[in-house]
Nanobody, 118 residues
Framework: QVQLIESGGGLVQAGGSLRLSCAVS????????MNWFRQAPGKEREFVAT????????SIADSVKGRFTISRDNAKNTVYLQMNNLKPEDTAVYYC???????????WGQGTQVTVSS
């Protein structure tokens, strides 16, 4: 089983920065991809960023491109989301997600709240 624990959320003013962490425990495979999603109250879950364990390829959503960066530390089994120049519309619960080759290999963390004030 894979367990994901997010941390680093909090309250920040617009223009500020936060770094979210996702600590991964359990067995992961070379085909696994790590993702960040977010969900604001009353809105659908939104893709934010993705990174693979076995290569340097990343993907960033257009809504956060140029402001957010996803990275990983394989030795620490941790994925990060660096969020700069935060905007009020970034306010949401941010979730870490692990997705494998098979549909059943889909795991979620408990989420961490990010609140950006005006």
């Amino acid at each position: 089983q894979v367990q994901l624990i997010e941390s680093g959320g909090g309250l920040v003013q617009a223009g500020g920065s936060l770094r979210l962490s996702c600590a991964v425990s359990g067995r992961t495979f070379s085909s696994s991809i790590m993702n960040w999603f977010r969900q604001a109250p009353g809105k659908e879950r939104e893709f934010v960023a993705t990174i693979a364990w076995n290569d340097d390829t990343t993907s960033i959503a257009d809504s956060v491109k140029g402001r957010f960066t996803i990275s990983r530390d394989n030795a620490k089994n941790t994925v990060y989301l660096q969020m700069n120049n935060l905007k009020p519309e970034d306010t949401a619960v941010y979730y870490c997600n692990s997705r494998g080759y098979y549909a059943r290999d889909n795991y979620w963390g408990q989420g961490t709240q990010v609140t950006v004030s005006s």
